[in-house]
């Protein structure tokens, strides 16, 4: 009863604060107003999907350029976090393409299928077909296709970069991902992953909620998945706005395999918005602009560095012997290691040192994530037991 409360509140929240900023949307004339977004559709498992396209003026035909994909949040629209989030000057002074997928309707409201609501709809599968449509009429470089969003639509963000190996980085605004999606993340590559989060944001909690991870969680997962340095480089962001009531830090995990990084930006204060916005809702951190930020990092990785001779960091390391019903460590050159075994619900149920035979006949039937971590790296492995 505690999480059907928790979900209808959360919705209800953003429905109002999608109210709040459609009001802000009709007040306020954009300064892109004039120029060409296309509005177009595909059929997707018999449903008519629709999405906006932002062509640059530097584009032409023949010529490879990037593919930037932008998901709005729940219960808005393609058109509103166009303007929300603005990366249009953007495309048009280094010339990418920047789509604006529609999320379907669920209830009467727009949704994106990321496991918080009952949904069938297959949002990847329509993701994954958008950039075959795509790529059909417009010369799109397939080693440099991105993706952010806001809320719902970060949510989706980091499933495109576990579940697909289409894209070479995301961008996630406000969002998380759900203990069960957690548990079950499979990425093919290295991706190079940012979060932007406020630390007083009250539908994305920075500490985490029943159906979303904390933040830091999610930032260690990608850390450890990308075999970036554990250690951060952390930089304070100016704080040139002393109106807004919120500062920045930007976290910076480097040295990845195949030049991956992962990037926190930490609101501090922050509320659920998207910072340096025109449009202003809550506590909105205006001391830098998440898409000038989001952008800069995006750009520089590339689909065919990130896969060139990678090889899983947790080969030959971990071991599920279904027999026996064991995890065997083998192969590490570190001694020292701690190990942890995660629910398919995200919660620790295991942990123990320097243990390089663990017998798990005790534990129940189901999905697990082994999280073996030393001082300078961390392997993970899911297995199945039963």
Same mark, same amino acid.
């Not at 980085?169 to 957690?182: E, L």
């Given at each position: ?10 919705? #209800?929240?953003?429905?109002? @604060? ?16 004039? $120029? ?6 595909i ?7 629709? &999405?906006?396209?932002?062509i ?15 998901? #709005?949040?729940?219960? $808005? ?6 303007? &929300? ?16 997928? /529609?999320?379907?309707?669920l209830?009467?409201?727009? !949704? ?9 709809? +297959? ?14 009429? &417009?010369?799109? *470089?397939?080693n ?11 949510y ?9 190996n ?12 759900? %203990?069960?999606? @957690?548990?079950?993340?499979?990425? /093919? #590559?290295p ?14 909690? &920075? ?6 991870? %904390?933040?830091? +969680? ?7 998945? *990308?075999? =970036? ?9 100016p704080?040139? *706005? ?29 509320? !659920? ?11 909105? =951190? ?20 990130n ?6 960091? *947790?080969? +030959?390391?971990? @071991? ?7 995890? /065997? ?10 190990? /942890? ?46």
């Amino acid at each position: 009863m505690k999480f059907i409360i928790l979900m209808k509140t959360f919705y #209800h929240i953003k429905l109002q @604060f999608f109210i709040f900023i459609v009001f802000l949307f009709i007040s306020q004339q954009s300064t892109y107003s004039q $120029q060409l977004i296309i509005r177009d559709s595909i059929v997707h498992n018999g449903t008519y999907r629709y &999405y906006n396209l932002y062509i640059p003026a530097a584009y032409t035909s023949g010529q490879s350029v990037p593919l930037l994909f932008n998901f #709005h949040g729940y219960g $808005q629209t393609a058109s509103a976090q166009n303007q &929300y989030a603005n990366f249009m000057p953007m495309a048009d002074s280094t010339n990418f393409i920047l789509v604006l997928p /529609e999320g379907t309707l669920l209830s009467g409201i727009s !949704h994106w299928n990321v496991g918080l609501l009952v949904s069938q709809v +297959d949002d990847i599968d329509f993701v994954l077909k958008l950039i075959d449509s795509i790529s059909a009429t &417009y010369t799109i *470089n397939q080693n440099r296709i991105y993706a952010t969003g806001f809320s719902n639509g970060a949510y989706l963000s980091q499933l495109l970069a576990s579940r697909t190996n289409k894209f070479a980085a995301i961008a996630s605004v406000s969002g998380s991902i759900t %203990p069960v999606n @957690f548990a079950s993340l499979s990425p /093919e #590559h290295p991706v190079s992953v940012m979060m932007i989060n406020g630390t007083s944001d009250f539908i994305v909690p &920075y500490s985490g909620l029943a159906n979303s991870k %904390p933040i830091e +969680d999610v930032i260690n997962y990608w850390v450890g998945y *990308n075999n =970036c340095n554990l250690t951060p480089n952390v930089f304070a962001i100016p704080d040139t *706005n002393l109106a807004d009531a919120a500062n920045a830090q930007k976290f910076s995990y480097l040295s990845g395999n195949n030049g991956s990084k992962v990037v926190l930006i930490k609101v501090n204060n922050g509320g !659920h918005t998207w910072p340096g916005s025109a449009y202003i809702a809550g506590i909105t =951190c205006m001391d830098f602009s998440a898409s000038t930020e989001i952008w800069n990092f995006l750009k520089d990785f590339s689909l065919s560095t990130n896969t060139n001779n990678y090889q899983p960091q *947790n080969k +030959d390391v971990i @071991f599920y012997n279904s027999i026996n019903q064991s995890i /065997e460590i083998s192969n590490l050159i570190e001694k020292n290691f701690n190990l /942890e075994i995660i629910s398919a619900k995200g919660n620790k149920i295991f942990e123990t040192k320097n243990q390089l035979s663990i017998h798990i006949n005790n534990l129940s039937n189901g999905i697990f994530i082994i999280r073996l971590y030393t001082k300078d790296k961390v392997y993970y492995k899911k297995i199945m037991k039963g």
